[in-house]
């Protein structure tokens, strides 16, 4: 079965200092993992995807993940925190198998930024 | 920017009424999902359509909730009658035609309907 884990459920940091959002997976195949961001009272957006590719993963907004088999990890960063980053984070993986649609969410890590 | 338009954005109900919720997709996205996200389990996945046909709802309890694609533009999730559990808020996502999941895979979400039932 495959899940995956976001480690911290809060995360707070000051605008321009580094941003890490952690996540573990679980998997016994190959994974395909993402990170969404949810925007208070929006939908969720693709920040970056993997998919077996280069194992560091550039999306939007200066945010990036790398995918590290031997860690089963997919953690999210930006060198540098904007006060437009505040939100809620959460790292993704799609069900094996499963339809294009059948993604597994992590319960999500929100994410404050302090001026 | 193309956007996957919900509706209502909030509905406030009482148990046992009926609650229809819409989504219009993106023109030419051949995919549509519903999901459900609360605070206790997080984003699960109702159902999902592709050419309009269901392929998958074994997420939606299948006692009260129905979900339907009367049109290539209009999805809609039902819920009758309606329970407090029930509460959430539910977002429909649209994806483009591709093959596998190599492809797109990027499902471009609504801004999520706001259900509480009292």
């Known amino acids: 079965a495959q899940s995956v884990t976001q480690l911290d459920s809060h995360v707070s940091v000051s605008e321009g200092t580094p941003v890490l959002l952690r996540c573990n997976y679980s998997?016994?195949?190959?994974?395909?993992l993402f990170w969404y961001v949810q925007h208070p009272n929006k939908g969720l957006q693709l920040l970056l995807k993997?998919?077996?590719?280069?194992?560091l993963v550039k999306g939007i907004n200066g945010f990036e993940a790398e995918f590290k088999k031997s860690e089963t990890s997919f953690h999210l960063t930006k060198p540098s925190a904007h006060m437009s980053d505040a939100a809620e984070y959460f790292c993704?993986?799609?069900?094996?198998?499963?339809?294009?649609?059948?993604?597994?969410f992590g319960k999500g890590t929100k994410l404050s930024v302090k001026p | 920017d193309a956007r996957v338009t919900q509706t209502p954005r909030h509905k406030v109900t009482e148990m046992g009424q009926e609650v229809t919720m819409r989504c219009q997709p993106i023109?030419?996205?051949?995919?549509v999902f519903w999901y459900r996200q609360t605070m206790m389990q997080g984003l699960e996945l109702l159902a999902y359509?592709?050419?309009?046909?269901?392929?998958?709802d074994s997420g939606m309890p299948k006692d009260r909730f129905s979900a339907e694609m009367p049109d290539a533009t209009l999805a809609t999730l039902k819920i009758q009658p309606s329970e407090p559990r029930d509460s959430a808020v539910y977002f429909c996502?649209?994806?483009?035609?591709?093959?596998?999941?190599?492809?797109?895979?990027?499902?471009?979400f609504g801004a999520g309907s706001r259900l509480t039932v009292l």
């Open positions: 996502a649209s994806g483009k035609p591709g093959t596998g999941f190599s492809g797109a895979n990027v499902l471009t």
């Open positions: 359509f592709r050419n309009r046909a269901p392929l998958d």
């Open positions: 993704v993986v799609r069900r094996y198998g499963g339809s294009q649609g059948n993604l597994i």
């Open positions: 023109l030419g996205h051949n995919t």
């Open positions: 998997s016994s195949y190959s994974p395909s």
């Open positions: 993997y998919t077996s590719a280069a194992t």
